[in-house]
């Protein structure tokens, strides 16, 4: 799988949009980019993926550049409780089955009240 | 999502002694993945466990050392043999529930001493 570059700390005020970079320069045509986030030491907690358009949920929005190459997890009003440490996970998707995800050491994001 | 489980969710053990850790989760799935987390690390992926197959290891990871067992499609178990305290780590869990999402267990918290 592709390598993924994060920032290893941000700040972000409560009730800002907190907006988290992923660079994945390397990314291959078959390749989703994942976020995961981890809160001191839980198991990891799926936030959204993407392959080549912009998605949002109830969580997060994901904006990935066209040329792939690198996204944004953005965390439209954040709280206290969204601080944590954010994973951006590229991966392949074969189609008949699946493969583990490989953790880079993420962006710790400290939201400040 | 899925609703994953893990058995226990912390203990403290003997160097040289053996710990299993249980996997369940709500739903059949084909792919169950197994993570460490050694102390202030990223997930590091140990093995994936196939329903009906061996476990397939991770490069430094080795069946004499985690032994799995997937007896069923919603269980399976992870051993961590003959102990040290290196092994202090939190294990866990993951599935993938849909063919692109994958979910993890709260993990399971090992202090060897």
């Known amino acids: 799988d592709a390598k993924t570059t994060q920032p290893p700390s941000m700040d972000c005020a409560e009730g800002r949009a907190a907006n988290l970079p992923c660079n994945h320069s390397t990314i291959s045509g078959n390749e989703y980019v994942y976020w995961y986030r981890q809160i001191h030491s839980q198991g990891p907690q799926y936030i959204i993926h993407?392959?080549?358009n912009n998605e949002t949920n109830e969580m997060a929005s994901l904006i990935i550049t066209e040329d792939r190459k690198s996204s944004t997890l953005i965390l439209p009003h954040a709280t206290l409780r969204d601080t944590a440490v954010y994973y951006c996970i590229v991966r392949v998707y074969s189609g008949g089955g699946a493969d583990g995800l490989t953790f880079g050491k993420g962006t710790h994001l400290i939201i400040q009240p | 999502s899925a609703v994953i489980s893990q058995k226990p969710s912390r203990d403290i053990c003997q160097r040289g002694t053996s710990l299993t850790i249980q996997c369940q989760v709500d739903s059949q799935v084909t792919m169950m993945f197994w993570y460490r987390q050694q102390p202030g690390q990223s997930l590091t992926l140990i093995a994936t466990?196939?329903?009906?197959?061996?476990?397939?290891?991770e490069s430094g990871f080795v069946i004499d050392k985690f032994p799995i067992s997937r007896p069923n499609l919603t269980f399976s178990t992870l051993t961590v043999s003959n102990m040290s305290p290196e092994d202090s780590s939190i294990y866990l869990c993951?599935?993938?529930?849909?063919?692109?999402?994958?979910?993890f267990g709260p993990g399971t918290r090992l202090l060897v001493l």
């Open positions: 993951s599935v993938d529930r849909t063919e692109e999402t994958q979910y």
């Open positions: 466990a196939n329903q009906g197959s061996e476990a397939t290891y």
């Open positions: 993407g392959l080549k």
